[in-house]
């Protein structure tokens, strides 16, 4: 706990030195991102996977429509530091928090507030052709009296784009995340004493060939996950609770196939081959896998209503080991946003695919998810949002079938370029059905939290 203090007061220190510093030159116009936190409303609610996941095919935007979130504010956007031929933006994201389940159990809660401060860099690239862009940050919190739930984390990105001929490009990157699992995924293991810390770190690389009404895309991604072992709880019998089992790399290769019969629609044929290899374990079945999944639908940007992607197809996941058998049937990717004003975004989100399961007897289950988010400009300085989101996870070759709902309603107040303000409050509620030996996690918690946004 002490440790994680001195790095949030030092980094404190360091960026309040940077943010308030005269010295340095600015540039005109206003291009860095807006003083509002810097992370997506559905963070904590929807969990991405891989390269593909972000949103690598999810082109449909058009240019026809302008989201709450996206719509620019040159007045309350970051001016950066000019530095050779990037502009760098630095900003910090620091907080003050209070959740009434500290750790995610479903009887005798114990309640807890805990502070956040998110350091971040980004640099990016001021060329006239290509560009690259260089995300370097931290994530800390700090616990009152649960040290035990203390994290110190961070990630470095790095992308890069390659104009090619027309309208074709290619981009390529790499990353490295130190992170915690949360008491409240599912993965979660029983009876752990602390938060579970993990690396995980990867490539990827995607082109993209366009010509008039044509749009093709390949693109490969490699992702590897490293667990840490965590101690047990002294009712657990304390000791050591391994982790290894779970390390894991995934290579995903996708193609995609695009025509657009009108400028406001398009259709698509999409295929993608997953390769998912775990580390061997002694005494533990090798959950290695070999996934295909494939995928038909329809894009399209409507001016001024509406636009987003559908696409439904069929997966078919099959496991080195016999004793997790195989996984097939329909799969489903969806992202549509409303604009019924020029104020207000509804977004709903679908998806059904195969996850990795982390219990014994089953290799993966099917995760069916759907989730609804308003966002609504209240005053042009002043952002209003709320999600929902309900995921039903149904595990292959156990009757265990479990339920998560979340809702999150939040605000962020843009007082000036470098200043901003944010809070929120979320619930979330799990719940599980299963024979006692199999059965997971179970529990409802309540969290607010309220932030404080620097940014140059």
């Known amino acids: 706990m002490h440790r994680t203090r001195s790095v949030i007061a030092a980094t404190a220190s360091i960026f309040a030195c940077i943010v308030s510093g005269s010295a340095w030159a600015q540039s005109s116009p206003p291009t860095g991102p807006t003083a509002t936190g810097g992370t997506d409303f559905y963070s904590g609610l929807q969990a991405f996977g891989s390269f593909e996941d972000f949103g690598a095919f999810n082109d449909y935007n058009r240019g026809r429509n302008v989201s709450v979130l996206q719509r620019e504010r040159p007045e309350y956007s970051a001016i950066g530091i000019p530095l050779a031929s990037f502009i760098v933006y630095p900003r910090l994201v620091s907080g003050l928090g209070y959740t009434d389940n500290v750790y995610a159990t479903q009887g005798s809660k114990i309640s807890d507030e805990f502070a956040e401060i998110d350091p971040q860099f980004i640099a990016q690239s001021t060329w006239s052709r290509n560009s690259l862009l260089v995300d370097l940050g931290g994530a800390f919190r700090e616990f009152a009296s649960k040290s035990s739930e203390d994290q110190e984390g961070g990630h470095l990105i790095a992308t890069g784009r390659f104009d090619l001929a027309g309208a074709s490009y290619a981009i390529v990157g790499a990353n490295v ?4 699992e949360e008491r409240t995924d599912s993965g979660f293991p029983t009876g752990a004493a602390t938060a579970v810390p993990y690396t995980t770190y990867g490539a990827f690389g995607r082109g993209v060939y366009q010509e008039g009404r044509v749009r093709a895309s390949a693109s490969v991604d490699y992702r590897g996950f490293s667990f840490d072992n965590v101690p047990a709880l002294p009712s657990f019998g304390g000791g050591t609770i391994a982790q290894s089992f779970r390390n894991e790399n995934i290579t995903t290769v996708a193609g995609r196939g695009e025509y657009a019969p009108t400028p406001d629609t398009g259709v698509f044929g999409e295929l993608a081959y997953v390769s998912s290899d775990y580390v061997s374990v002694a005494g ?3 959950r290695s896998s070999h996934e295909y999944r494939l995928l038909a639908g329809t894009d399209f940007d409507l001016t001024a209503v509406i636009r987003g992607e559908i696409g439904g197809g069929y997966v078919d996941r099959e496991y080195n080991s016999s004793i ?9 990717r969806g992202q549509v946003e409303y604009f019924p004003t020029a104020l207000t ?4 989100n679908a998806s059904r695919s195969i996850q990795d399961a982390v219990i014994v007897n089953s290799g993966g289950y099917f995760s069916n998810l759907v989730g609804v988010k308003v966002d609504h400009e209240l005053l042009r300085n002043l952002l209003l949002s709320a999600a929902v989101t309900y995921e039903y996870d149904d595990f292959n070759q ?4 479990d339920a998560i709902g979340n809702v999150k309603i939040g605000f962020q107040y843009l007082l000036s370029r470098g200043v901003g303000i944010n809070a929120s409050y979320s619930y979330a509620k799990r ?3 299963a024979i006692p030996t199999f059965v997971g996690p179970q529990f409802n918690t309540n969290r607010l939290f309220i932030g404080l946004v620097l940014q140059r």
């Open 431 to 433: 719940e599980s059905r």
């Open 177 to 180: 995340q130190r992170a915690f």
């Open 324 to 332: 997790y058998g195989s996984i097939s049937g329909f799969a489903f």
């Open 284 to 286: 533990i079945p090798d």
């Open 345 to 348: 975004t509804v977004t709903v």
């Open 398 to 401: 156990l009757s265990r079938h």
